[in-house]
């Protein structure tokens, strides 16, 4: 009985320190700003914010919305915004973005939204098995795990 509450602890533990450095945009205070018809997230010291045209980093656009994909937003470390592009036809799909195999994938430093990165996935991971970011090499570290079935 010890040994599974110490598994139990254990894991927890290890979900809230992954939970510490990915979270889902929603995961920060927002309202909607019925004036400007635009929801802004406090994410550190940066206001993010977006609306039917673009995305904002402290009310600059870093990103304009195009009619061919969507996009779910994730913050690393509170520095970095992570958005993940999916064509339009995947949009009916319920896996939110923790667990959706990632294609494009953009880091953009909040700090300095000049500062981006792409990376193409294509497909083989998901924000769980992003590591590390590394801001000053560009460098993003994923674990994966292939295991093989028994014959």
Do not use: C
Not at 95 to 106: I, W, Y
């Amino acid at each position: 009985m010890k040994i599974g509450s110490l598994i139990s602890v254990l894991l927890l533990i290890a979900m809230v320190g992954h939970s510490q450095k990915l979270k889902d945009i929603s995961w920060y205070f927002s309202h909607y700003d019925t004036a400007s018809s635009m929801n802004y997230f406090k994410v550190g010291n940066h206001i993010l914010g977006f609306d039917s045209d673009a995305v904002y980093v402290d009310r600059k656009a870093i990103i304009k919305k195009d009619t061919a994909t969507f996009f779910f937003l994730e913050v690393y470390l509170k520095k970095i915004l992570i958005v993940s592009y999916y064509p339009n036809n995947q949009a009916s799909t319920a896996t939110g973005p923790q667990f959706r195999p990632k294609q494009k994938v953009e880091f953009i430093s909040l700090a300095d939204p000049k500062q981006k990165w792409l990376f193409d996935l294509k497909g083989a991971f998901n924000s769980e098995a992003i590591d590390s970011f590394n801001m000053l090499t560009g460098e993003l570290e994923l674990k994966r795990t292939i295991k093989g079935q028994k014959m």
